[in-house]
């Protein structure tokens, strides 16, 4: 399934296209994915679609800081994806889940390694 995109709601949208605000508007628009909020429609929805971005980007362990701050989420929106939105309690059960399924692959291969390291000691 294609991520599809809608902007036609974005006030002031000319002024996002310059290179710099296009890469920040790409990354909101995948981050909707992460997030589970397909329409960034008013300040509240706009809070809390960073909130799910930074607590995402940390259950995955990325280390990376997000390219777009809140003013930039704020300055987009009615961005609008084809990705459902979910509500808080299903966000955070999709969080826990990935901390999870991160921490079983972090042990997976720590202890692929500890053999690796065993085996060449031997």
């Known amino acids: ?3 599809d995109y ?5 006030e002031n949208y000319d002024e996002l ?3 710099d ?23 509240d929805t706009a809070v809390n679609f960073y909130a799910r971005a930074i607590m995402f980007g940390g259950a995955c362990l990325i280390s990376t800081p997000l390219v777009y701050t809140l003013s930039d ?3 987009r929106i009615g961005l ?7 509500s808080d309690a299903a966000f955070h059960g ?4 990935t901390v999870k399924n ?8 720590r202890a692929k390694d500890d053999e690796r390291k065993a085996s060449i000691a031997e």
């Open 80 to 86: 609008r994806t084809n990705v459902s939105t979910t």
């Open 73 to 75: 989420v704020v300055r």
């Open 102 to 109: 991160q921490i079983r692959d972090l042990a997976y291969y």
């Open 21 to 43: 605000e296009m890469a920040k508007t790409s990354a909101m628009i995948w981050d909707t994915l992460a997030t589970d909020i397909g329409h960034i429609k008013d300040y």
């Open 17 to 19: 296209k310059t290179d």
């Open 6 to 10: 809608n902007m036609s709601a974005v």
């Open 1 to 3: 399934m294609s991520l």
């Open 94 to 97: 999709k969080l826990r889940r």
